[in-house]
């Protein structure tokens, strides 16, 4: 098993350049969400997915969509990037939206200029 | 909302104990979760607790839960430099998985 797998790692973009970060779990988890993480904060939840064709928005979710065609792909879209989004990503997958473990991915750095 | 707090930061003594706070606020969390992260990767659990219990031990992991005062810590013994890292304290209840910002432990030799 891989796990968590995300792309890429390191991302630079332009303010108002749009990119997708790619996350993918061989798991069969139902559960799968996206947080970012800024310094001197915990994670926040951004999006997540309680199964295929399910998504609903987390704590932060402006700025972003994500789909759910698969159980193993959940990918987060960054429609017009802004320097507010520089922050680490994490994706993670869990069998159940709580009360289970969530396996992280190694996440991706991004940075907006 | 809701939050979970920790201190920033903690520096130890290679072989001492280390002793992590977290406190929050959500009455109804049911589950409650101490993760690791180390540089440049993403959070491992180390250990979970159920708000039913008031310890929890794994090894050289203590868990101690006070849910009365909404206060959950994490003990470390025989800390190594191996454990230097950012831990982060989560709980999850009737709302989506909360973490606190993390504090980050620094073992020194």
């Known amino acids: 098993n891989a796990g968590v797998t995300q792309t890429p790692k390191f991302q630079v973009l332009k303010t108002g350049q749009s990119m997708t970060l790619q996350c993918a779990q061989d798991m069969n988890h139902e559960y799968m969400s996206w947080y970012r993480q800024d310094p001197g904060m915990g994670l926040r939840l951004i999006h997540y997915s309680v199964g295929a064709g399910i998504t609903d928005q987390g704590e932060v979710p402006n700025g972003y969509n994500v789909s759910r065609s698969t159980t193993e792909d959940f990918p987060l879209r960054l429609l017009s990037a802004a320097p507010s989004q520089t922050s680490v990503y994490f994706c993670a997958s869990s069998y159940s939206q709580r009360g289970y473990e969530q396996y992280f991915g190694p996440g991706t750095r991004l940075t907006v200029t | 909302g809701e939050d979970v707090e920790q201190s920033l930061f903690l520096s130890v003594r290679e072989g001492d104990s280390s002793v992590i706070n977290c406190t929050y606020t959500?009455?109804?969390?049911?589950?409650l979760y101490w993760y690791k992260q180390e540089p440049g990767a993403g959070l491992q659990l180390l250990t979970y607790?159920?708000?039913?219990?008031d310890m929890k031990q794994d090894q050289r992991l203590t868990v101690l839960l006070n849910k009365k005062d909404k206060h959950l810590s994490l003990r470390i013994a025989d800390t190594q430099t191996g454990d230097s890292a950012i831990y982060f304290c989560?709980?999850?209840?009737?709302?989506?998985?909360?973490f606190g910002a993390g504090t980050r432990l620094t073992v020194k030799p």
């Open positions: 989560a709980e999850t209840g009737n709302n989506d998985m909360r």
């Open positions: 959500d009455s109804s969390s049911t589950y």
């Open positions: 607790i159920f708000s039913n219990m």
